[in-house]
T-cell receptor, first 111, second 110 residues
Framework: AQSVTQLDSHVSVSEGTPVLLRCNYS??????LFWYVQHPNKGLQLLLK??????LVKGINGFEAEFKKSETSFHLTKPSAHMSDAAEYFC?????????FGAGTRLTVKP | DGGITQSPKYLFRKEGQNVTLSCEQN?????MYWYRQDPGQGLRLIYY???????QKGDIAEGYSVSREKKESFPLTVTSAQKNPTAFYLC?????????FGPGTRLTVL
């Protein structure tokens, strides 16, 4: 069995300040890990993916995530938030045909 | 353009009616999925299909049905047996373990 927990349901930052969205996972195997972003009334867009090639994964729009096996974490970061980053973010743990989504973290960016 | 399309974007249904949501992909992916999203919750898997003419129930299949007659298409029918069908429905297809999502259909039962 596998599961994922997003530790914050809502994160609020000011424009230009760093973003940290936290994710912990549980899996009996070596899963793939993903971050997706969803803007209101839209589908999910893939931000980045971890597949064991490197622990620090760079994604689109300046986001990156670090895989820490000892902490079973896969936190998403961005050095400087932009207004367009305001959205819902989902952490996902995946084995073939078994994808488990976190409950989501809503990111608010204040001007 | 390659991608996944869902139609309609918004759908309204009266109680007791069945309704079918469309999902089409031209990515040549073998696997396709349907998810349901409710406010403040993550996605929950309704059905998935790994190959044409085959599909499997997900975590919340009751009250839903699907078909997979063509590789490109995976329509979802919300039946009158689904007790609380108002939600945002997302279709996805996958290459290996990475899923790609359509824009979604918002279903409202009146």
């Amino acid at each position: 069995a596998q599961s994922v927990t997003q530790l914050d349901s809502h994160v609020s930052v000011s424009e230009g300040t760093p973003v940290l969205l936290r994710c912990n996972y549980s899996s009996s195997y070596s899963p793939s890990l993903f971050w997706y972003v969803q803007h209101p009334n839209k589908g999910l867009q893939l931000l980045l993916k971890y597949t064991s090639a490197a622990t620090l994964v760079k994604g689109i729009n300046g986001f990156e995530a670090e895989f820490k096996k000892s902490e079973t974490s896969f936190h998403l970061t961005k050095p400087s938030a932009h207004m367009s980053d305001a959205a819902e973010y989902f952490c996902v743990v995946s084995l073939p045909y078994d994808m488990r989504f976190g409950a989501g973290t809503r990111l608010t960016v204040k001007p | 353009d390659g991608g996944i399309t869902q139609s309609p974007k918004y759908l309204f249904r009266k109680e007791g009616q069945n309704v079918t949501l469309s999902c089409e992909q031209n990515l040549n992916h073998d696997a396709m999925y349907w998810y349901r999203q409710d406010p403040g919750q993550g996605l929950r898997l309704i059905y998935y299909s790994q190959i044409v003419n085959d599909f499997q129930k997900g975590d919340i299949a009751e009250g839903y049905s699907v078909s997979r007659e063509k590789k490109e298409s995976f329509p979802l029918t919300v039946t009158s047996a689904q007790k609380n069908p108002t939600a945002f429905y997302l279709c996805a297809s996958s290459l290996a373990d990475t899923q790609y999502f359509g824009p979604g259909t918002r279903l409202t039962v009146l």
